[in-house]
């Protein structure tokens, strides 16, 4: 019986992330449809990239599976999007498509700098033998 309740709990699982991961592709898609992000909040949008940079770094560093860091790179990305969006769409002062894929760019470049500095802060920790729990 524990055999299929770990199963179990691993479908469960992998279906959870992968939910997770395509969160935002309905809103990007809408976006994109009705030519505006609404009412959508930027700086609530721009925890998804920093969200990305600190899950993914610490991830790496517990050796998390593979599916977690994919999927917390698949969330930083559509966030990114959603970003880039509301800079392009937004009703007064829009940004032309050039600068909102530059800006989508430098977000991704920076949240995987950010994944890396976190990598990297966790692992000085390590070798200098001070504890950052």
């Known amino acids: 019986m524990t055999e299929a309740v770990e199963i179990i709990k691993q479908v469960l699982g992998v279906i959870a992330v992968i939910l997770w991961m395509i969160m935002l592709a309905p809103q990007v898609m809408l976006n994109f449809k009705s030519r505006s992000t609404g009412s959508l909040s ?31 790179f698949v969330v930083g990305f559509f ?16 940004w032309s498509l050039f600068a909102s894929i530059t800006f989508f760019i430098i977000v991704l470049l920076a949240t995987g700098g950010g994944t890396v500095l976190i990598l990297y802060l966790c692992t000085v920790g390590q070798l200098t033998e001070i504890a950052f729990e």
């Open 42 to 72: 930027f700086l609530t949008m721009t925890t998804f990239p920093i969200w990305t940079a600190i899950i993914a770094g610490y991830g790496l560093y517990q050796q998390n599976s593979v599916l977690l860091l994919v999927q917390s």
């Open 79 to 94: 966030g990114a999007i959603v970003l880039s969006q509301i800079l392009y769409y937004k009703p007064i002062k829009a």
